[in-house]
């Protein structure tokens, strides 16, 4: 008796009750995949750096922390993506992460914001879990789709090549579209609730019609919705999301006219829209002590400022010296459209205050030599002056564009042992013959039985005499109540501190910084 070969296996159809695998995305469909989640990662690192800067500062630190969990999302989501990619199918994962990431993005500025309000202790574990879930998840889709569009090895390099290289696309693209676009017209929530709301509407269109997959997507929809409608309530909220900034104008309970612009939590400016001569903050009346000593009353200057933030000090000088021309270097033009709308500035024409929206470095260069009479320097990022303004290449810049009897005045911010401070003291003193700083008397070796407090200081430079004696009485009739230091009392308290320059300025490192909103 004879019987019929059985089949080959390779050619035996597969069980009717074992569904065959669903295919895995086409070439076109994981590139996108990869190209959006790898965009979407680098769109929140960059964001996270703005919406923390109201509660930690623009600073070093706060970058480097950001950067950080990003890249440990990032390779923590690789790592653990193609472990898992090797072990199951990845096709049911790819919109979980989808959707989940989704979800965590847009709840992020409700989250953060609500923390910093009722527990800050615990801004940072929250911050960290806010780039890490979704950086991760994310991270992992790329491994998941390459897995799957591996079909023989023989086009190993040629996948994971195109792939990585499509990845590394989407980053490029996400970081220059977050910072030339999206952060100049949108507000960093707007930024995250879209972003969520496209990463689980992407969810949907890769799960499929699955019934589970559906409802999953129902509730990440209506997450993020509550989670849209809740962030518009949440505290910390912004009159103007600047470029660099979170911006707020706070009145004067005790005065009707009086104004305070708040930038990322700290008071920078205090405004008076109808006097201009009335200057609140001790640092600015200190500034006017040493200009109105320094020149015959009521004459025009040239001036330069780097920085602006509410301008008080340009106004003033247009208030008192009639006929002053001051140039204003202001690199974020929200804090601009902010003076104009909410702070009362008026034209150029009219008073004399041309705002130049640039990096103060780069308008230094522009000046040309001895064309001022006066350079204020007042300029912010988060807690800090900015680096490259306070190494001796720039301070050459200032002292070029003085003319002979120019004169530089600045405002430091710092505290505990006063080391970044004292570096830029001896920065000055590298480069002006005549340097002299202003405080309280405990923070400038005045005092030397009394603790530094810190907090704001004065520093002037220039290449004539600094009548100490003069700006002394001038800072007694305005009752600032800060002495003035210079000669060998401020080579003692300068120290062995070391010149800043544009190749050696840890600015970041030097600061001890004070995050009360009254530092400034």
């Not at 994981?30 to 990662?41: E, K, N, Q, T």
């Not at 204020?376 to 807690?383: E, L, Q, S, T």
């Not at 704001?456 to 003069?470: Q, T």
Request: one cysteine or more.
């Amino acid at each position: 008796m004879t019987t019929s070969p059985s089949p080959h296996p390779a050619d035996a159809p597969p069980p009717a009750d074992i569904p065959s695998p669903a295919p895995g995305p086409g070439p076109r469909a994981a590139a996108a995949l990869v190209f959006g989640s790898s965009a979407a990662v680098l769109v929140v690192e960059i964001v996270a750096l703005r919406l923390l800067a109201p509660y930690l500062g623009l600073t070093l630190e706060t970058s480097t922390m950001v950067i950080g969990v990003a890249l440990t999302a990032i390779a923590l989501g690789s790592w653990l993506g193609g472990r898992l990619a090797d072990q199951v199918d990845p096709r049911p994962l790819i919109a979980p992460a989808l959707g989940v990431s989704g979800v965590v993005v847009a709840l992020t500025p409700l989250l953060l914001r609500t923390t910093a309000q009722w527990s800050p202790a615990l801004l940072l574990l929250v911050a960290s879990a806010t780039l890490l879930v979704p950086g991760a998840l994310l991270s992992a889709v790329t491994p998941f789709v390459t897995k799957l569009r591996l079909t023989s090895l023989a086009e190993t390099g040629t996948v994971v090549g195109r792939l990585s290289g499509v990845g590394t696309l989407g980053a490029i693209v996400g970081t220059v579209l977050t910072g030339f676009v999206l952060v100049s017209r949108l507000s960093v929530s707007s930024i995250l609730i879209g972003l969520g709301t496209l990463l689980v509407l992407a969810a949907v269109l890769v799960g499929g019609r699955a019934r589970r997959s559906r409802r999953a997507a129902a509730a990440a929809l209506a997450t993020v919705v509550a989670g849209s409608l809740a962030t518009g309530f949440a505290p910390g909220g912004c009159d103007a999301e600047t470029r660099y900034h979170c911006a707020r104008v706070v009145a004067d309970p005790d005065r009707a006219t009086g104004r305070t612009l708040v930038l990322d939590g700290l008071r920078h400016s205090y405004v008076d829209i109808d006097d201009p001569t009335y200057l609140r903050f001790a640092y600015v009346r200190a500034i006017a002590s040493v200009v109105d000593t320094a020149f015959p009353e009521g004459e025009p200057l040239t001036a330069h400022h780097i920085g602006g933030g509410g301008l008080t000090f340009p106004r003033y000088l247009a208030a008192v010296r009639p006929g002053t021309r001051s140039l204003v270097s202001e690199i974020d033009p929200g804090v601009v459209r902010v003076d104009r709308e909410r702070l009362g500035l008026g034209s150029p024409a009219a008073t004399g205050i041309d705002v130049r929206v640039e990096d103060g470095r780069l308008g230094l260069r522009r000046l040309e030599e001895g064309s001022r009479d006066l350079v204020v320097g007042d300029a912010f990022g988060g807690v800090s002056v900015p680096w490259h303004l306070t190494t001796s290449q720039a301070l050459a810049d200032v002292r070029r564009a003085l003319d002979a009897d120019g004169l530089y005045v600045a405002n430091l911010i710092d505290h505990g042992g006063l080391a970044f401070a004292r570096a830029e003291v001896a920065t000055l003193a590298a480069a002006f013959p005549h340097v002299a700083l202003l405080g309280k008397a405990a923070d400038i070796g005045l005092d030397p039985t009394a603790s530094t407090v810190g907090g704001n200081l004065v520093v002037v430079a220039s290449g004539r005499p600094v009548d100490a004696p003069a700006i002394q009485r001038a800072l007694d009739a305005r009752d600032v109540g800060w002495r003035i230091a210079s000669g060998e009392t401020l080579t003692a308290w300068t120290g062995d501190a070391r010149v800043l320059t544009d190749d050696h300025a840890p600015v970041d490192q030097l600061l001890q910084t004070d995050r009360s909103p009254a530092a400034r």
